[in-house]
Nanobody, 117 residues
Framework: QVQLVESGGGLVQPGGSLRLSCAAS????????MGWYRQAPGKQRELVAA???????DYASSVKGRFTISTDNAKNTVSLQMNSLKLEDTAVYYC???????????WGQGTQVTVSS
């Protein structure tokens, strides 16, 4: 089992910044991918950004150049720096952990990000 605890999120004006963090604990393996997904009301959950243990990254096209994902392998944490936030970034953001050996994945409880003027 892997437990994910998220922090950050909140209310911000358009153009502002927020930082999300997620700490993983439990049965952590080296061959993993951690990332952030989001789900807006009435929409499907979508990948925002992901990072491997070796720091290879993947971003949704809608956030490239604005969001940066990073990881601290020693602390088993992943962070998402979100800059130049837009109204359409409003969603519940979920931390995700994937064990690439077993293909099991785990989810955080979600944190609300609201971009509003």
């Amino acid at each position: 089992q892997v437990q994910l605890v998220e922090s950050g999120g909140g209310l911000v004006q358009p153009g502002g910044s927020l930082r999300l963090s997620c700490a993983a604990s439990g049965n952590i393996v080296s061959n993993n991918v951690m990332g952030w997904y989001r789900q807006a009301p009435g929409k499907q959950r979508e990948l925002v950004a992901a990072i491997t243990r070796g720091s290879s990254t993947d971003y949704a096209s809608s956030v490239k150049g604005r969001f940066t994902i990073s990881t601290d392998n020693a602390k088993n944490t992943v962070s998402l720096q979100m800059n130049s936030l837009k109204l359409e970034d409003t969603a519940v953001y979920y931390c995700n952990y994937l064990n690439r050996w077993s293909a099991r994945e785990y989810w955080g409880q979600g944190t609300q990000v609201t971009v509003s003027s």
